[in-house]
């Protein structure tokens, strides 16, 4: 015979009693706050609750303020919350009210806390919550006209408002959009906050932020972010999108903690900047018509090295937008997908599920690929998958770290790569940099200095016969002017060198190389460097030796 149900002892039937009149003082309470606020009271506990609203405030930020989104329709959300003047929960209705038309209901701790635990049994629809910032095409173009320089751009901010931290972002992205920013900088300095833009590789200061503007920026920026608004001593990414009108810009975000305060990057990854083909990278034609053919092998790896910020990935995408066709297919491996390629099928790496480069190569093997993108070679297990696939019918484009084409190499060898395979696999190695144009609008042309005319003759000592050179008449620098910000340059232009694995240099690396024992090899070869390569881009009256000499140095 079964047991019977326990009954409750008389202990039991009490706490139960004076907790169910504890809750309903607090329900009382409540529905007297929001009488006393005009405030709508709303009990919580038999509620249904969006899941995507939900996920609009990061649960760690929900408890904190005791508030919770219960539902979103359009542009308008429902918000109920313990207490309007909790600090927390006012830095995310700021937020919000930036983005939605904001009803707010007033509802118990008992209440909210029954709503909050819907984090635990709600799953999440994305990976990433993510927010978005909508700018029409004639906002933003009206915008673009008045920010021609930066000085525009700082006297449009420092007339805007304190508190209205939308239209300073508004301004900010504008500004970075019509000056081509890769990325927008706000540095900490205690008493306010440094805004500055990275343009053509370069730091320019634009405006310094007030801390109470600084201050609404951040909780914006956070709350769009997907971040945790109350962590103020850790590091933090996550990212938003900027939709004007049909086209949708993404935003890498990353904030670090300092002694003075929180310090934050913003990423802009517009898609303009990856609509370039293989010939607008600024290879020359010899090297252009080269690589043309080599990325079109049915085999092989080809390896592209550089500092961040070299161009590499743009680059590799202009590779497979080249090759991109029906009739084969072309897998990615990033971290993260930054820009969205059209008939490539794209994944990225995911560190917090262990989700790594090796592991996402092995499944990518399996999914029938002719082409591999792997964004970095890292360590020597992802080496040694690439180096495998690249030997059983797949073209494998990579990245590597290293300061030029001959050190990748070595750098193979290091992380373990079998030298035997590695020949095998190898077929080129291209190096790159990205040198700063000369402004279009306010070029002048000069004679070159004695200095300069020794190194164009010391650089062209040798060069290939195939490689053509413009004959050494005048160069091109630039005087400044608002268009440039009156820096002389405007835009970026890359220079190359590119490693083809012969036969010798197949031979060669069975042996373990040394960097300087692959250089030794390629100089009797038909090999240009980075530095030849923007020598002869001076002459073409594309950039300077002031940059070349920056960027790649004398080699």
């Known amino acids: 015979m079964p047991n019977s149900p326990k009954k409750p002892s008389l202990e039991e039937k009490l706490n139960e009693k004076l907790i169910a009149v504890h809750h309903q003082e607090e329900e009382t309470r409540a529905k007297l706050l929001a009488d006393k606020l005009n405030l709508p009271y709303l009990n919580l506990t038999t509620m249904p609750i969006d899941s995507d609203a939900l996920f609009l405030i990061p649960a760690k930020d929900a408890i904190a303020g005791q508030i919770v989104i219960i539902g979103k329709t359009d542009g308008d959300l429902k918000i109920a919350l313990s207490d309007p003047a909790n600090a927390t929960a006012k830095k995310i209705l700021a937020g919000l009210g930036a983005r939605f038309t904001c009803q707010l209901f007033i509802s118990s701790k008992h209440s909210l806390n029954q709503a909050l635990d819907r984090y635990k049994t709600t799953k999440q629809t994305g990976k990433e919550i993510t927010g978005q910032v909508e700018i029409s095409q004639e906002t933003l173009s009206g915008l673009q006209q008045e920010l021609k320089s930066l000085e525009d751009i700082k006297k449009k901010i420092e007339g805007t408002p304190q508190d ?24 900490s300095k205690g008493h306010g906050a440094l805004f500055r833009y990275r343009i053509d590789g370069i730091l320019h200061d634009v405006v310094f932020l007030s801390p109470k503007t600084y201050g609404l920026i951040l909780s914006r920026l956070k709350l769009l972010s997907g971040m945790v608004l109350n962590v103020h001593d850790k590091a933090q990414d996550g990212r938003f999108t900027i939709k004007v009108d049909a086209t949708d810009i993404e935003v890498r975000v990353s904030i670090i903690p300092g002694p003075k305060g929180e310090n934050m990057v913003m990423r802009i990854l517009n898609p303009k900047n990856i609509n370039l083909s293989i010939k607008d990278l600024g290879l020359r034609e010899d090297a252009y018509q080269f690589l043309s053919k080599e990325i079109k092998k049915p085999n092989g790896m080809i390896i592209t090295t550089g500092p961040t910020g070299s161009g590499k990935t743009t680059a590799l995408y202009a ?44 499944a990518i093997l399996r999914q029938d690929p002719d082409m591999i993108l792997v964004g970095e070679i890292r360590d020597s297990e992802t080496a040694e998958i690439a180096i495998q696939a690249a030997l059983t019918g797949h073209i494998v484009f990579s990245t590597l770290h290293t300061n030029d084409a001959a050190g990748a190499i070595p750098r193979f060898i290091d992380m373990g790569a079998n030298p035997t395979t590695l020949s095998s696999a190898l077929i080129d190695i291209l190096a790159q940099r990205l040198l700063r144009r000369v402004c279009k609008f306010c070029a002048e042309e000069y004679e070159p200095t004695a200095e300069e005319k020794a190194k164009i003759t010391k650089a062209l000592d040798g060069l290939p016969k195939e490689v053509a050179v413009p004959d050494l008449t005048k160069l091109s620098r630039g005087k400044g002017c608002a268009k440039c910000n009156n820096t002389g340059y405007k835009g970026r232009v890359g220079v190359f060198e590119i490693i083809p694995v012969t036969p010798d240099l197949e031979k060669l690396i069975t042996k373990s190389p040394s960097h300087a024992e692959i250089l030794e090899l390629i100089k009797k070869k038909s090999f240009v460097s980075m530095y030849q390569d923007g020598v002869i881009k001076i002459l073409q009256k594309m950039t300077t030796f002031e940059e070349l000499d920056s960027i790649v140095g004398e080699r």
Do not use: C, W
């Open 164 to 187: 209205m931290a939308t239209s300073v972002l508004e301004i900010a992205i504008a500004g970075a959009m019509q000056n081509d920013a890769s990325d927008i900088h706000l540095e």
């Open 319 to 362: 590779f497979l937008k080249e090759v991109t066709s029906p009739e084969i297919k072309i897998i990615t491996l990033e971290d993260p997908v930054e820009y969205h390629l059209d008939g490539v099928t794209q994944t990225q790496v995911e560190t917090e599920e262990s989700y790594t480069f090796a592991m996402g190569l092995r």
